[in-house]
């Protein structure tokens, strides 16, 4: 068994079934089902179990691949090493928080863009969890998350710190008016937002119940509910300023130790560090300065 004998493995238990296996390595199914049957007979074990779907693996299959996806992403990462001559290009994927991707990264992007025209940038927003985990998975290069992640496969850097802030409708005068509120709503980005969290342990320490969380995708959602008078929410003081100064919402400044909460940069700790990352991490670093000078 070679590495082309588990970059077959790999695609027949990624795409679970010998057709779409055969489709994306540009070859014919027959070829994919000898193939398979040549290693198991070799592992004299059976690693798919046939149904009229497609296949899936059998324990065996399951235990070999974490092996046989470790080595599709080494292949992967060779030829990105043997490519990159110093000078940024390619692919770059960055993640990043949606409050970060809208206050913080746009002049750091378009300085990127118009510096690097050779690389393909993408930025793929989500809650700190997801990004991780994409981050984890080898399908970002790299995340802007809310720290810290303390996690021993990724290394992490402190890239902005943010005030936090409550949010309310403006008819609230202060988070203690919300005591006897029978139900309490938070309005929220989705399951794995840091955020959440946050806000739910400081309602927590006031003695606040939280009866239901109501969850959104964007910004203005969450604005829009909250001024509405539907539920209480904490963003960035940064992201939410404007909104406030048009009255359409109230905002409530909390004590250092629930409002300061740092943006940090994740990347795999055995990760390629592309010539595109390493000039992206340059133009972000002075951006971090700025943010520090401002507090």
Known sequence: MDAGDLRVFEAVARLGAMNRAAEELHTVQSNVTARIRQIETELGTALFERHSRGVVPTAAGRRLLPYAERVRLLLAEARRVVKDDGEPAGTLAIGSLETTAGLRLPPLLAQYA???PAVDLSLVTGTTAALVKEVLDHRLDGAFVC?????DELVEERAFREELVALTSPRIASLDALFGERDLKIIVFRIGCS??????????????????????????????CVGAGIGVSLLPRAVV??????????????????????????????????SALKAFLALARPLRVRSEAAE
């Open 195 to 224: 955020y959440r969290q946050r806000l739910e342990a400081i309602l927590a320490g006031r003695g606040l119940i939280v009866t239901r969380s109501l969850e959104f995708g964007t910004i203005e959602g969450i604005l829009g």
């Open 147 to 151: 720290g810290p992640v303390e996690h």
């Open 241 to 274: 300023a404007e909104a406030a100064r048009d009255g359409r919402i109230a905002l409530h400044a909390l004590p250092p130790a629930e409002a300061q909460v740092d943006t940090v940069f994740v990347r795999r700790r055995d990760g390629f560090a592309s």
């Open 114 to 116: 118009a510096a690097y």
